[in-house]
């Protein structure tokens, strides 16, 4: 079992920067892939950006070039830097990791006012 719990989130002016952390507790020694996901309201669920356990990143088409996924040394906490937020970045976040069984956070509101 993974615990993964979120934390960054709120009400930031479009043009501006959040940080979202995910912090992994449990069976951290299976974790894959780390990955953030999206959902905004009355739309499907997803894939934001995910980090393998070599280091590999990939991003959505939307955020390329304005979010950065990264994680710790200890491959524990995964992070998600946000910069250029539009109005359409509104969305609740959410935390993923593949170890191998897919686990989630409980996800973060991300709201980005125009």
């Known amino acids: 079992q993974v615990q993964l719990v979120e934390s960054g989130g709120g009400l930031v002016q479009a043009g501006g920067s959040l940080r979202l952390s995910c912090a992994a507790s449990g069976v951290v020694s299976r974790i894959n892939t780390m990955a953030w996901y999206r959902q905004a309201q009355g739309k499907k669920r997803e894939l934001v950006a995910h980090?393998?356990?070599?280091?590999?990143?990939n991003y959505a088409d939307s955020v390329k070039g304005r979010f950065a996924i990264s994680r710790d040394n200890a491959k524990t906490t995964m992070y998600l830097q946000m910069d250029s937020l539009k109005p359409e970045d509104t969305a609740v976040y959410y935390c993923s990791v593949w170890a191998p069984n897919v686990y989630w956070g409980q996800g973060t509101q991300v709201t980005v006012s125009s």
């Open positions: 980090i393998t356990w070599e280091g590999s990143t």
